[in-house]
């Protein structure tokens, strides 16, 4: 099952599921999800997210394969929803997309074994990790690059795990053409490690949500760009961009 929160036409938040054939069913009635908001699948008190976890990716930044995971936050201001449109940071030359994995932890946990990892996962859901390079390179905890708001376009659902391939496929496309096409089984750190590593140093609570890096193909996004996000099982994250400048 893929879960969706939406407002249907009454104002009123609904949690339905979103079905293979696209449509939004709740109570007994269908939506189109054109036709009604379609919100974040989650409210995280926190979304940790996790860089350089393919290699091709650490090859076009320069940069070398972490011999740990490299860990960042995203706070709750971040998150966007589907078909929202994000304005970028003004006044910066170069702020790029992201395609992420998005893992969605089910209860509160901490210091769990790699083996016991799939007990704390709701489910699975898509990222856009939305990232200002201008300030990310000049700043050492990335809070201008990384924190701003929306900076984090989530959703549209939530996917079951068995719903999602081992082998999902990874794709972002810009105003229709691709530009980052990969697979989560390219990790360098896998989702069992991620979540181990991470909860050795925090506590993750419900709703929480891990996002495990992007693969190679990054680029800048321009004013009136329109990005779709898909990975398979999982479904299609669509908004659009505009620079305030």
């Known amino acids: 099952m893929r879960h969706v929160r939406f407002r249907d036409p009454a104002g009123t938040v609904r949690e339905g599921e979103w079905t293979d054939d696209d449509t939004v069913v709740f109570g007994g009635e269908e939506y189109d999800p054109a036709e009604v908001d379609v919100l974040a699948p989650v409210n995280p008190s926190k979304i940790v997210a996790v860089g350089l976890n393919y290699e091709a990716h650490a090859e076009e930044q320069g940069m070398d394969v972490p011999e740990r995971p490299l860990l960042f936050l995203k706070p709750p201001n971040t998150v966007a929803t589907h078909n929202s449109t994000v304005t970028l940071p003004a006044g910066k030359e170069r702020v790029e997309h992201e395609v992420e994995f998005g893992v969605v932890i089910g209860e509160q946990c901490r210091n769990v ?130 620079d305030p400048e």
Request: aromatic fraction near 4%; charge should be negative; hydrophobic fraction near 40%.
């Open 113 to 242: 074994d790699a083996a016991d990892a799939e007990d704390v996962v709701a489910g699975y859901t898509i990222a856009n990790d939305i990232s200002n390079r201008d300030d990310q390179r000049q700043e050492q905890n990335w809070v201008r690059g990384k924190a701003f708001d929306n900076a984090c376009p989530l959703g549209p659902v939530v996917a079951d795990p068995e719903h999602v391939p081992d082998d999902a496929s990874v794709e972002l496309r810009v105003n229709g053409e691709t530009r980052q096409n990969s697979s989560i089984d390219d990790f360098i750190f896998t989702v069992p490690e991620l979540i181990e590593e991470i909860t050795a140093y925090m506590t993750l609570e419900a709703g929480d949500v891990i996002i495990t890096g992007t693969p190679a193909g990054v680029a800048p996004l321009e004013d009136g760009d329109h990005v779709e996000v898909e990975i398979e099982g999982i479904g299609t994250l669509e908004h659009d961009v505009i």
